[in-house]
């Protein structure tokens, strides 16, 4: 059977929505805060699951916080059929953005990377990949990283 593996980054998203985005150095009122469980990773993950005909054949690969926003972002996951085994908890702040959106749907981004930056020397060796598996990776981890998945 083929399994999808996602490894990348999981963020916990901070989104504002606002009438237009803040001018540098500018205060702006908002009129809503949202929290979502994403970051480039979390995001395939999700798709993934959604459109899978198998329950548990995507897993998440990365890591969170031990801190709340982690044991919230693998509760998200798991909720949305990603097997999360292989999402580990390193000791420092999960990932998050800080997202503006304005009345047009322009953004403003800005990714604080924590835990999508601690990633264990081991973590990538450590997946039992076969030939029938699928990999799916993205630049929101360190490149060494990356360059590791693919090897």
């Not at 054949?57 to 059929?81: I, N, P």
């Not at 990932?95 to 264990?120: F, K, M, Y």
Request: hydrophobic letters at 45%.
């Amino acid at each position: 059977m083929t399994h999808i593996y996602v490894f990348g980054s999981v963020n916990l998203d901070y989104v504002a929505e606002v009438e237009r985005l803040p001018l540098p150095g500018e205060t702006l009122t908002g009129s809503t805060l949202s929290l979502f469980s994403g970051g480039k990773g979390g995001n395939q993950a999700h798709g993934a699951a959604g459109v899978s005909a198998t329950a548990g054949s995507v897993s998440m690969v990365g890591c969170v916080g031990e801190d709340s926003d982690g044991v919230r972002l693998r509760s998200d996951l798991e909720k949305h059929g990603v097997e999360v085994a292989t999402l580990v908890s390193v000791p420092v702040q999960s990932g998050s953005a800080l997202i503006t959106v304005d009345a047009d749907s322009e953004n403003t981004i800005v990714v604080i990377p924590g835990a999508n930056h601690a990633w264990p020397a081991d973590l990538v060796s450590s997946i039992p990949l076969t030939a029938a598996d699928v990999v799916v990776v993205q630049l929101e981890v360190p490149f060494e990283t990356v360059r590791a998945i693919a090897e």
